[in-house]
C-alpha cells in the first residue's frame, strides 16, 4: 500500500477552500492507502501565535479530521511537535537546501513582503514540511494547488541528498483535485480563499452557520453580463461558484448546467447556498459531539505514537547516512 502523508495549520476557521482543495481527499484516499494526517503546529508559530488559541486551534483541527471522516482506525491523527523528528529533520534539510532557492517560493514572498523585519522560520518553511513529508517515506501529498511549489522544492531536496549521500529518502508525488484545487474568495475571485482575509464573507468556514452561509454566498462577487457560464478568466466569480458546486457534489460543470433552467446568478446562488448547507450539516453535527468528547486526547496520543514508530527507523537511517551521533 503507498504511503499517504498531509498536514493543515491549526490557525482559525477551516474553510471550504482547505475541504474541497485537501482535506476531501484525505478521506477518500485512506481506503486503499496507508494515511497519516499531521496538525502542523510548529509550521503555525512561523508567525505570532497566541499560546492558548493556538492550543485550542490543534484540538478544533484534530476534531475537523475526524467529523469530515477520518477514521483514526484506518489513518493516523497526530500533531506535529509530538514527534520530534519534524524539527530535527528540518534542522538537517535546512542544511541541504539555500537561502536562494527558498526565497524564491511565492509563499514566502507574498507573506514576508513589504515587511521590515522578516523571521526566519518564514523563510525555512517550506524545508520544515519537507521534513514532515520525507520522514515517513511518504509516497503521496494530497494538498491545494498553492502547494505546488513546495512540493516540487520537497522533490529536489530528497534527489539532492539521495545523490550526495546515497539512497536516503523516498522522492514523493503531490495530489491535487481537479475540481477543488484552488477554490477562490467569495468577495474577490482574483484571489484564493484563505483563512486570514478580513472579510469573513469572503470564505465560508465549515462550521458556519446556514444563515451565514446563505448571506456569504448570496453577496458573492460575479459580474454583469448575466450569463451561466464557466470561464475562470473572463467570468472568475461566476466560475468559482460553479467550481464549488461541482466539487461539493462530484458532478461536472457540464453535467450541472445541463439540468438547470436557473435564470440568472440569483437562482445560480441559492441552490450553492442550499448544496452547501447540506454538506455542511452532517461535519458541523459530528465535529460538536467529537470535540467534546475524551476520545480526542486518546486518538492524538494514540497516533503521534504510531507516527513515531514509523518515523524513528528513518531518522536512524539519515542520521547513519550524515555520519551524525556515535
Ligand atoms: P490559508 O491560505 O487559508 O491560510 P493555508 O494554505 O495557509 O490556508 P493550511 O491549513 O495549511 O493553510 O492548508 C491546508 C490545505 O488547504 C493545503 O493543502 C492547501 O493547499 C489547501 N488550501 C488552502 N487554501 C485553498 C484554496 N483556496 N483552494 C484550495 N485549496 C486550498
Ligand atoms: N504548507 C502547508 C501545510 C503543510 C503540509 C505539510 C502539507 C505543512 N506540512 C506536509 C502537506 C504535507 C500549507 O500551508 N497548506
Not at 483541527?61 to 477514521?71: F, H, K, N, R, T
Not at 517515506?137 to 545523490?163: F, M, S, W, Y
Request: charged share 25%; aromatic share 6%.
Amino acid at each position: 500500500m503507498k504511503r499517504v502523508f498531509s498536514g493543515v495549520q491549526p490557525t482559525g476557521n477551516i474553510h471550504l477552500g482547505n475541504y474541497l482543495g485537501a482535506l476531501k481527499q484525505f478521506v477518500e484516499l485512506q481506503n486503499d492507502h496507508e494515511c497519516i494526517y499531521c496538525i502542523v503546529d510548529e509550521h503555525a508559530i512561523t508567525v505570532p501565535q497566541d499560546p492558548k488559541e493556538l492550543r485550542k486551534h490543534i484540538l478544533d483541527v484534530a476534531a475537523l479530521y475526524m467529523a469530515i471522516g477520518i477514521d483514526p482506525k484506518k489513518s493516523i491523527i497526530f500533531v506535529q511537535s509530538q514527534v520530534s523528528g519534524h524539527a530535527e529533520l528540518g534542522w538537517i534539510l535546512c542544511c541541504n537546501s539555500y537561502t536562494g532557492e527558498l526565497s524564491r517560493m511565492t509563499q514566502f514572498k507574498a507573506k514576508s513582503g513589504g515587511k521590515e523585519s522578516v523571521g526566519t522560520g518564514l523563510l525555512t518553511y517550506p524545508v520544515l514540511m519537507a521534513a514532515d513529508i520525507l520522514l515517513y517515506d511518504t509516497d503521496v501529498v494530497p494538498v491545494g494547488n498553492d502547494q505546488k511549489q513546495h512540493i516540487e522544492l520537497t522533490r529536489d531536496i530528497a534527489i539532492r541528498v539521495n545523490n550526495k549521500y546515497g539512497d536516503t529518502f523516498v522522492v514523493p508525488d503531490g495530489r491535487f483535485m481537479k475540481a477543488g484545487a484552488r477554490i477562490m474568495a467569495l468577495d474577490d475571485p482574483e484571489q484564493k480563499m484563505s483563512k486570514s482575509a478580513e472579510n469573513i464573507h469572503s470564505r465560508i468556514s465549515l462550521l458556519d452557520e446556514d444563515s451565514k452561509i446563505k448571506k456569504s454566498i448570496m453577496r458573492a462577487t460575479t459580474d454583469s453580463d448575466g450569463e451561466i457560464r464557466f470561464d475562470p478568466e473572463n467570468k472568475p466569480g461566476v466560475s468559482n461558484l460553479l467550481n464549488i458546486y461541482s466539487a461539493l457534489t462530484g458532478k461536472t460543470v457540464e453535467e450541472i448546467l445541463a439540468g438547470q433552467s436557473w435564470r440568472g446568478y440569483g437562482d445560480l446562488k441559492k441552490e450553492l447556498v442550499a448544496v452547501t448547507q447540506e454538506a455542511l450539516a452532517p461535519i458541523k453535527q459530528n465535529y460538536n459531539e467529537i470535540r467534546e468528547s475524551e476520545e480526542l486526547i486518546r486518538v492524538l496520543k494514540d497516533g503521534a505514537e504510531r507516527a513515531n514508530a514509523i518515523a524513528e527507523p528513518v531518522m536512524k537511517r539519515v542520521r547513519d547516512k550524515f555520519g551524525l551521533g556515535i
